[in-house]
């Protein structure tokens, strides 16, 4: 009897370490569903995943919450997306910075933004500001370019070494041949209250932050670094104003990689769904970012081309974090 109890107790130890069984794909989502954020609460990215999470809980009939994990400019997080079961019920919203920038400049980045991940769409596309202080010497970039020439020394600010703003202004520098020395940040606060303060005259900024700064007359916009935004029309994009650049500065959705193709459609449907929802769509606008579906295998194959891009303006720069 007592051997009896003993084998009884160790079988149930052991079941319950076991992992549960696989769920039916066909049965999914059977409970919340976490999206788990790698930027600050109250951020545009936190906000973003929100304005998603809130809508797709509801086509998909099971609710989803936000798990916010801040750190290494966002990879910490990112990396526990892509160490997380891949059974559906961890999602999260990448950015250029965690899934395209960030493979280009960390030779020893702790995932694959490829391999490591489910792409399941693009959620929407933004622009970054080249902005400058109301009394700056040019008001476009052709202006900067003829500034530039005279022989003035140009710094310019960006939210950190590594970041989208710097590699922004890496590439006009690259396409027009102007050299303008980089003065990093920490964080884009600091950069935008310095701006104002006019301790430094040019910086490039998220376009969330740009916006109501350059509308109440705070600053002006001299480029937009990407398409043009919705919520700042009148600035020219740089391949508008004559320099050859046409990547798009995107957001997507992913999730862990192997996830099976049932659970894969069904949140991509939902997240397409989400995009097309009118409430959604005018809130993304209002912080500068123009909704657009793209297929997750589509999306996928533009960032493995965009991180081979990214990868040689970093090379030529020499942006590396170690």
Same mark, same amino acid.
């Given at each position: 009897?007592?051997?009896?109890?003993?084998?009884?107790?160790?079988?149930?130890?052991?079941? /319950?370490?076991?992992?549960?069984?696989?769920?039916?794909?066909? /049965?999914?989502?059977?409970?919340?569903?976490?999206?788990?954020?790698?930027?600050?609460?109250?951020?545009?990215?936190?906000?973003?995943?929100?304005?998603?999470?809130?809508?797709?809980?509801?086509?998909? *009939?099971? !609710?989803?919450?936000?798990?916010?994990?801040?750190?290494?400019?966002?990879?910490?997080?990112?990396?526990?997306?892509? %160490? !997380?079961?891949?059974?559906?019920? %961890?999602?999260?919203?990448?950015?250029?910075?965690?899934?395209?920038?960030?493979?280009?400049?960390?030779?020893?980045?702790?995932?694959? !933004?490829?391999?490591?991940?489910?792409?399941?769409?693009?959620? *929407?596309?933004?622009?970054?500001?080249?902005?400058?202080?109301?009394?700056?010497?040019?008001?476009?970039?052709?202006?900067?370019?003829?500034?530039?020439?005279?022989?003035?020394?140009?710094?310019?600010?960006?939210?950190?070494?590594?970041?989208?703003?710097?590699?922004?202004?890496?590439?006009?520098?690259?396409?027009?041949?102007?050299?303008?020395?980089?003065?990093?940040?920490?964080?884009?606060?600091?950069?935008?209250?310095?701006?104002?303060?006019?301790?430094?005259?040019?910086?490039?900024?998220?376009?969330?932050?740009?916006?109501?700064?350059?509308?109440? *007359?705070?600053?002006?916009?001299?480029? /937009?670094?990407?398409?043009?935004?919705?919520?700042?029309?009148?600035?020219?994009?740089?391949?508008?104003?004559?320099?050859?650049?046409?990547?798009?500065?995107?957001?997507?959705?992913?999730?862990?990689?192997?996830? /099976?193709?049932?659970?894969?459609?069904?949140?991509?449907?939902?997240?397409?769904?989400?995009?097309?929802?009118?409430?959604?769509?005018?809130?993304?606008?209002?912080?500068?970012?123009?909704?657009?579906?793209?297929?997750?295998?589509?999306?996928?194959?533009?960032?493995?081309?965009?991180?081979?891009?990214?990868?040689?303006?970093?090379?030529?720069?020499?942006?590396?974090?170690?």
């Amino acid at each position: 009897m007592m051997l009896r109890t003993v084998t009884l107790s160790f079988l149930a130890l052991l079941s /319950a370490a076991l992992p549960s069984r696989a769920e039916d794909p066909a /049965a999914y989502p059977t409970h919340k569903i976490r999206m788990l954020l790698p930027y600050a609460a109250g951020g545009g990215g936190d906000v973003v995943g929100r304005l998603l999470a809130d809508k797709m809980g509801k086509t998909l *009939g099971q !609710s989803i919450y936000i798990e916010n994990h801040t750190g290494a400019a966002g990879t910490l997080g990112t990396q526990m997306v892509a %160490t !997380s079961p891949n059974d559906g019920y %961890t999602i999260t919203v990448g950015g250029m910075t965690t899934h395209v920038l960030a493979p280009a400049i960390y030779p020893k980045l702790p995932y694959d !933004s490829i391999k490591d991940f489910t792409t399941l769409g693009r959620v *929407g596309v933004s622009a970054i500001m080249l902005v400058a202080t109301k009394d700056f010497a040019a008001n476009d970039i052709k202006e900067l370019i003829a500034l530039a020439k005279k022989g003035q020394p140009i710094q310019y600010g960006s939210w950190g070494i590594g970041s989208t703003g710097q590699f922004c202004a890496e590439i006009l520098m690259q396409q027009t041949g102007i050299k303008m020395e980089h003065v990093p940040f920490n964080g884009i606060a600091k950069l935008a209250g310095d701006l104002l303060g006019g301790h430094i005259s040019l910086a490039t900024l998220d376009v969330a932050t740009a916006t109501p700064l350059v509308k109440d *007359g705070s600053i002006k916009a001299l480029a /937009a670094c990407g398409e043009r935004s919705p919520s700042l029309p009148d600035v020219a994009s740089y391949k508008e104003q004559g320099v050859p650049f046409d990547r798009s500065l995107s957001w997507a959705m992913y999730a862990p990689a192997g996830l /099976a193709p049932p659970i894969a459609q069904k949140l991509q449907a939902a997240l397409k769904d989400a995009l097309g929802d009118a409430v959604v769509k005018d809130k993304l606008l209002a912080l500068g970012i123009t909704p657009q579906f793209v297929p997750g295998d589509e999306q996928r194959d533009i960032n493995a081309r965009d991180i081979a891009a990214w990868k040689q303006v970093a090379k030529d720069a020499g942006i590396e974090v170690k």
